[in-house]
């Protein structure tokens, strides 16, 4: 990518910044998963960092448009988050207990949960392939998705 490429689309996310998250808070992943499965999609979790601009990118442009406009089953964890959360297994825990028990070192991280909450496709790490980030997110949820049938 060229220095004016990137140079655009860090402009480009400057407003983003300040906006609020469009994507739900993880809560309950065990009950979220659930909601998910009975729709024959795989829970879609988001690992996010607050000021990570890359992590505006994929949840804007990416996430929240594909779980508003056809409802995908997405939830936000804080890598640093110190938020309540069910595990998928039912247990207590915080954000980045969750995110240090995955093994998650890099946001935003995007994981694709499944019945037992594993990974149904390879995790997408970071976001700094905007140009093909779109065509990565639709091959892992295809894979997902496949498993599950």
Do not use: W
């Not at 992943?29 to 795989?42: G, I, K, N, S, T």
């Amino acid at each position: 990518m060229t220095i004016a490429r990137r140079t655009l689309l860090l402009a480009a996310t400057l407003p983003l910044m300040g906006r609020a998250a469009t994507l739900p808070r993880a809560l309950d992943l065990r009950r979220e998963l659930d909601v998910a499965l009975a729709r024959h999609q795989p829970l879609v979790v988001m690992v996010s960092l607050d000021g990570c601009a890359y992590c505006h990118i994929v949840r804007d442009h990416y996430l929240a448009p594909l779980h508003q406009q056809q409802g995908l089953p997405v939830v936000q964890v804080d890598m640093r988050g110190r938020r309540q959360l069910k595990d998928v297994d039912g247990s207590n825990i915080v954000h980045d207990e969750f995110v240090r028990a995955r093994r998650i070192t890099v946001a935003p991280t995007v994981l694709f949960l499944g019945p037992k909450g594993e990974e149904l496709a390879e995790r997408l790490v970071g976001g700094s392939l905007p140009d093909f980030y779109g065509a990565y997110l639709d091959q892992r949820l295809e894979q997902a998705r496949a498993k599950l049938r």
